[in-house]
Nanobody, 114 residues
Framework: QVQLVESGGGLVQSGGSLRLSCAVS????????MGWYRQAPGKQRELVAH???????NYADSVKGRFTISRDNAKKMVYLQMNSLKPEDTAVYYC????????WGQGTQVTVSS
């Protein structure tokens, strides 16, 4: 059974940094595209960043230059380094494994105060 568990969320002031982690189990992991999504209150879930099995990355325009996604295949971990955080980054952040089926973590809250 595939499980994804996020950690690292919290409350941070505008301009601060956080590093989110996602631990994956029950998966081959290295063959899959992994992504971070977020959902703010009253808004649809949106893609923040993804990283392919070949380490290609893609970012939402709103986070380019501030966020960095990375993966460690040996540890089955995916990370999201978030710098220069803004209040509009406040959301629940979800880890995603994309394949024939999509798997999701339970989410971790990120709150950025102004």
């Amino acid at each position: 059974q595939v499980q994804l568990v996020e950690s690292g969320g919290g409350l941070v002031q505008s301009g601060g940094s956080l590093r989110l982690s996602c631990a994956v189990s029950g998966s081959i992991f290295r063959v899959y595209t992994m992504g971070w999504y977020r959902q703010a209150p009253g808004k649809q879930r949106e893609l923040v960043a993804h990283i392919t099995a070949g380490y290609s990355t893609n970012y939402a325009d709103s986070v380019k230059g501030r966020f960095t996604i990375s993966r460690d295949n040996a540890k089955k971990m995916v990370y999201l380094q978030m710098n220069s955080l803004k209040p509009e980054d406040t959301a629940v952040y979800y880890c995603n494994q994309h394949g024939q089926m999509d798997y999701w973590g339970q989410g971790t809250q990120v709150t950025v105060s102004s």
